[in-house]
């Protein structure tokens, strides 16, 4: 039933933004109780979660990316988007977003639904 869709460019040059986009159809992104989310995988690494923005428009970041990283949501077009600014090689990655269902408590790290994920390759 929802789907999510990852956009966005594959290549960012290092010092500038990368900015991603998630498009979700099927369900409504302020629909209770649900944490959307993204999420991504550095080559032979495991899945790091980046933040998140909530049904009610509330952000959640992770503590080591918070410094640079942004969430935010067009509730209009049901999207929601994802930008981490200064990056460097080690950003490089596959960039998941995905909903999580949690209820009302906040992010719960269970995932019901994911993007097929998107390529994003830091490198000058």
């Known amino acids: 039933q929802v789907q999510l869709q990852e956009s966005g460019p594959g290549l960012v040059k290092p010092s500038q933004t990368l900015s991603l986009t998630c498009t979700v159809s099927?369900?409504?992104?302020?629909?209770?109780?649900?944490?959307w989310s993204w999420i991504r995988q550095p080559p032979g690494k495991g899945l790091e979660w980046m933040g998140a923005?909530?049904?009610?428009?509330?952000?959640y970041y992770s503590q080591t990316l918070k410094s640079h990283t942004s969430i935010s949501r067009d509730t209009l077009k049901n999207q929601f988007s994802l930008q981490l600014s200064s990056v460097t090689p080690e950003d490089t990655a596959v960039y998941y977003c995905?909903?999580?269902?949690?209820?009302?408590?906040?992010?719960?790290?269970?995932?019901?639904?994911w993007g097929q994920g998107t390529q994003v390759t830091v490198s000058s």
């Open positions: 099927g369900g409504s992104i302020t629909t209770s109780y649900y944490y």
């Open positions: 923005v909530a049904y009610d428009g509330r952000t």
């Open positions: 995905a909903r999580d269902s949690g209820e009302g408590l906040g992010p719960s790290g269970e995932y019901d639904y």
